[in-house]
């Protein structure tokens, strides 16, 4: 079954960090594009950043990109989330996703659950 696993959300004051993991079970990540993508309650889900695997090429969400960090561990098959001061307003399910490197949700064929981030003012 392939599947991929977000790891490392939970509750944090406003100005805190928080480091999200993504693995893939029964896929091998390093075979894609991932990509990180974000719901707010109420709001339609969006693309946070994207990196491609074979070279490392980044994009985020614009107002997003002096806060959070993508990057990928080749030894451990892992993509990460480094999101520092943080906000009420990241509160959000973050969900990571493999597939095409692209804004669009379309090209990711492989998501995960999801992993709930809480910002607390």
């Known amino acids: 079954q392939v599947q991929l696993v977000e790891s490392g959300g939970g509750l944090v004051q406003a100005g805190g960090s928080l480091r999200l993991s993504c693995t893939g079970s029964?896929?091998?990540?390093?075979?894609?594009?991932v990509a990180w993508f974000r719901q707010a309650p109420g709001k339609e889900r969006e693309l946070v950043a994207m990196i491609a695997w074979s070279h490392g090429t980044t994009y985020y969400q614009d107002s997003l990109k002096d806060r959070f960090t993508i990057s990928r561990d080749g030894t451990k098959s892992t993509v990460y989330l480094q999101m520092n001061s943080l906000k009420p307003e990241d509160t959000a399910v973050y969900y990571c996703?493999?597939?095409?490197?692209?804004?669009?949700?379309?090209?990711?064929?492989?998501w995960g659950q999801g992993t709930q981030v809480t910002v607390s003012s």
């Open positions: 996703a493999a597939g095409a490197f692209s804004i669009r949700q379309e090209a990711y064929d492989y």
């Open positions: 029964g896929l091998t990540l390093s075979r894609h594009d």
